[in-house]
């Protein structure tokens, strides 16, 4: 049982490239989020999947797009990305809004 | 005026001291608080959750909300150098719902031996 996990750990991309984040969960949760983490601002909601076929956005939804495949996974692209879009990247299964659970986390520099 | 403020820190307390943190907030339909604690280079996970105003208290943690001032605390006695992490106030106003939760920025915590 993993939880939550992510891939990639670590990522350098060059401004304008394009790249998904993956994210899976094998705790049969309903709702997948996304969030950035920045120092100085906290945990910010990108987009969150009430369920699977479902998606909306959240607090910081400007350059990403997601996709919720299946119950299980839930990914995050940059399109284009940008050096705003240098941060941390966590992705959390959840069922009652209160105790969501998070991966480890995307470290990701945009150069 | 972000909705959720919390003192980043860093907050060096030595082994053995009563911690305190707090979070104010602006958003009067908040009525779960959240504490999550984050160590370094991992995923934040749930500490305590408080519904509405009171205390809840779990071993050696005690969270307390106050709605009429829009304050919420966590107190950590007895405190241990595994209690050195990043501690995060989270709200939200469903709860039940699917929406995500408003994060404070997180208060750097370290316990000297």
């Known amino acids: 049982n993993a939880g939550v996990t992510q891939t990639p750990k670590f990522q350098v991309l060059k401004t304008g490239q394009s790249m998904t984040l993956q994210c899976a969960q094998d705790?049969?949760?309903?709702?997948m989020y996304w969030y950035r983490q920045d120092p100085g601002m906290g945990l910010r909601l990108i987009y969150y999947?009430?369920?699977?076929?479902?998606?909306d956005k959240g607090e910081v939804p400007n350059g990403y797009n997601v996709s919720r495949l299946n119950k299980r996974e839930f990914s995050l692209r940059l399109e284009s990305a940008a050096p705003s879009q240098t941060s941390v990247y966590f992705c959390?299964?959840?069922?009652?809004?209160?105790?969501?659970?998070f991966g480890p986390g995307t470290r990701l520099l945009v150069l | 005026q972000k909705e959720v403020e919390q003192d980043p820190g860093p907050l060096s307390v030595p082994e053995g001291a009563i911690v305190s943190l707090n979070c104010t907030y602006s958003?009067?339909?908040?009525?779960?608080f959240m504490w999550y604690r984050q160590y370094s280079r991992k995923g934040p996970e749930l500490l305590m959750y408080?519904?509405?105003?009171g205390n809840k208290e779990d071993g050696r943690f005690t969270a307390q909300v106050d709605k009429s001032s829009k304050y919420i605390s966590l107190f950590i006695r007895d405190s241990q150098p595994s209690d050195s992490a990043t501690y995060l106030c989270?709200?939200?106003?469903?709860?039940?719902?699917?929406?995500?939760?408003?994060f404070g920025k997180g208060t750097h915590l370290i316990i000297q031996p």
């Open positions: 959390a299964g959840g069922d009652r809004g209160i105790n969501q659970y």
């Open positions: 705790m049969n949760h309903n709702s």
């Open positions: 999947s009430a369920s699977e076929g479902t998606t």
């Open positions: 958003n009067s339909a908040f009525q779960y």
């Open positions: 408080t519904y509405s105003s």
């Open positions: 989270a709200m939200s106003a469903s709860g039940g719902g699917a929406d995500g939760l408003t």
